[in-house]
């Protein structure tokens, strides 16, 4: 069974930063992509960041490329995202997801990606 553990959330001032980790299980990490997501109050869930486990290609989309940085560690199979220079308009629950099909983390499209399986989100509160 494929599970993801998401964590690393908290308080952050405006201006500082993250680092969240999300640990998986039940696959083969160089086999699946793996992603970042996120939900703020009364929106829709948005991508962030997505990362293929067999060549570690990274993609973002126009909003989060500048100021999140998405990594994994094959080994621990664990991933990781960094934000800096957050904003209020940051916070939300930041979630993981991870599919077997390389195409979900591929040019734009991954964008437009339904992935498959999904962690439980941690809270990032971004104070003013």
């Known amino acids: 069974e494929v599970q993801l553990q998401a964590s690393g959330g908290g308080q952050v001032q405006t201006g500082g930063s993250l680092r969240l980790s999300c640990a998986t299980s039940g696959f083969k990490f160089e086999n699946y992509v793996v992603a970042w997501y996120r939900q703020a109050p009364g929106k829709e869930r948005e991508p962030i960041a997505c990362i293929s486990g067999d060549d570690g290609a990274t993609y973002y989309t126009a909003a989060t490329k500048d100021r999140f940085t998405i990594s994994s560690d094959n080994a621990k199979k664990n991933f990781y995202l960094e934000g800096h220079w957050l904003k209020p308009e940051d916070t939300a629950l930041y979630y993981c997801?991870?599919?077997?099909?390389?195409?979900?983390?591929?040019?734009?499209?991954?964008?437009?990606?339904?992935?498959?399986?999904w962690g439980q989100g941690t809270l990032v509160t971004v104070s003013s």
């Open positions: 997801a991870a599919d077997p099909q390389h195409v979900a983390c591929y040019s734009e499209r991954w964008i437009q990606w339904r992935y498959q399986s």
